[in-house]
C-alpha cells in the first residue's frame, strides 16, 4: 500500500499551497485497503460458487455486496470533498520543546465529516511522520486542530506535508489527499550553560570595561552562591525551577548595557554549544530589563531591551550558520 501511495504521491503539489487549501475532485486519491482487497476476495469466492452450483441467491448476494461496496467509494471521496485547511498562529520554540502547529478545518458542507485521520509527513529524509489525529468534523462547522512536532533542531521548522485520510463509511477504500501549507516557526538554541554574564561585556556611558562587582544597582549577571549571602540577592526564581542556587550581581552606576560577544563564548567546544551559552545570557539579560548588545561574526546587534530586541537575537542565533531556506 505504501507504494501506491508513494506513486500518487507524484501527483501532489510540488509546491506550498496558498492558504486555504480547498480539497478539490482531482486532488483526491482512492485505492482499496487491506480490508477492501480482502473483501474482494471473498466476493470472488462468491461469484466462483455461485457460478459453480448455479446458485441465483448466492449472485444476488454477491452483487449486492458489490453494489454497496462500490456506492461507498462515493461517500469515502465526499468525506473529503471541499473541506476547507487555514493556518494559524505558531509560536516560536526552544530545541526539545514540541511546536504546535494549528489549522482550522472549514466544512462548509451540510453534512459531518467522520474518521478524519491528519498525519503529518515531513519531506526532509530522517524525519518521521507523526502519529495520525483522528477527528469528526460537524456540519456547517468551523473546528480548530493542532499538530505537535517535536523540534529536534534550531533553525527553521516547517510544518511540511499533512496527509489527510478517511475509510468511511465501510472501511474498505482508503481516500487521501496532500496539504502544503506554507507554515513554518523559528527554533531557538537549547538555553544552557553557564548562568554568569561575562562580565567584561558590561561597559558604562563612555564604552569602557570593568565594572566595580557589589556597588551600585544596576543587574551585571550571576554568580553560584555561597554560604552567608544575602538572601535577597538569591534568585529565587531558579530555585523554584530546580535550576540551582545563583546570586544575583550589581555593578557600579556607570553601567549602560552588556555586550554578549562571541568572543566570551570561544573556549567551548562546538557551535551549538557557544550558541546555546548566547541564548541562554539573552534570556538572562532580558530577564533582568538589562540592556544587552550581541556581537556575532558579522552580525552586530546594538544594545537595546524589550521583547522586540530579545526575539531579533534569538532569531540571529537560532539561523546562524545555516542555509537560506
Not at 550558541?275 to 558579522?298: R, T
Request: with cysteine; hydrophobic share 40%; proline share 5%.
Amino acid at each position: 500500500m505504501s507504494i501506491i501511495t508513494d506513486w500518487f504521491r507524484g501527483f501532489a503539489p510540488a509546491r506550498f499551497q496558498t492558504s486555504p487549501v480547498i480539497f478539490r475532485r482531482h486532488r483526491i486519491y482512492i485505492v482499496p485497503n487491506h480490508s477492501g482487497l480482502m473483501f474482494a476476495l471473498v466476493l470472488l469466492i462468491m461469484l466462483i460458487g455461485s457460478i459453480n452450483y448455479s446458485n441465483s441467491m448466492g449472485y444476488l448476494l454477491t452483487f449486492l455486496l458489490f453494489s454497496m461496496a462500490l456506492i461507498s467509494t462515493f461517500y469515502t471521496v465526499h468525506n473529503l470533498l471541499k473541506l476547507s485547511i487555514e493556518a494559524g498562529k505558531v509560536e516560536p520554540v526552544f530545541v526539545g520543546e514540541t511546536v504546535q502547529f494549528h489549522l482550522w478545518i472549514d466544512n462548509r458542507q451540510g453534512i459531518e465529516r467522520y474518521a478524519l485521520f491528519w498525519q503529518r509527513t515531513p519531506l526532509q529524509a530522517g524525519e518521521s511522520a507523526g502519529e495520525p489525529i483522528l477527528i469528526d468534523i460537524p456540519a456547517n462547522q468551523r473546528q480548530s486542530l493542532t499538530i505537535p512536532v517535536v523540534a529536534q533542531r534550531r533553525g527553521r521548522l516547517f510544518l511540511d506535508r499533512v496527509t489527510v485520510s478517511t475509510t468511511f463509511p465501510l472501511g474498505l477504500f482508503r481516500a487521501w489527499s496532500y496539504v502544503y501549507l506554507d507554515v513554518s516557526t523559528l527554533v531557538y538554541p537549547l538555553p544552557s550553560g553557564q548562568r554568569l554574564l561575562p562580565l567584561g561585556g558590561a561597559t558604562n556611558q563612555k564604552g569602557e570595561a570593568g565594572l566595580v562587582v557589589g556597588h551600585g544597582e544596576d543587574f551585571i549577571g550571576y554568580r553560584d552562591y555561597r554560604i552567608g549571602d544575602s538572601p535577597r540577592h538569591i534568585d529565587w526564581k531558579a530555585v523554584a525551577r530546580e535550576k540551582g542556587w545563583f546570586i544575583k550581581q550589581y555593578g557600579g552606576t556607570g553601567y549602560t548595557h552588556h555586550w554578549l560577544r562571541w568572543s566570551d563564548v570561544a573556549q567551548l567546544n562546538n557551535l551549538e554549544a557557544k550558541l546555546s551559552q548566547l541564548c541562554l545570557w539573552v534570556l538572562i539579560a532580558d530577564n533582568e530589563g538589562a540592556n544587552y548588545g550581541l556581537d556575532m561574526p558579522n552580525i552586530q546587534i546594538q544594545p537595546n531591551h524589550g521583547e522586540q530586541h530579545r526575539e531579533h537575537c534569538l532569531q540571529v542565533l537560532a539561523l546562524f550558520g545555516l542555509p537560506e531556506s
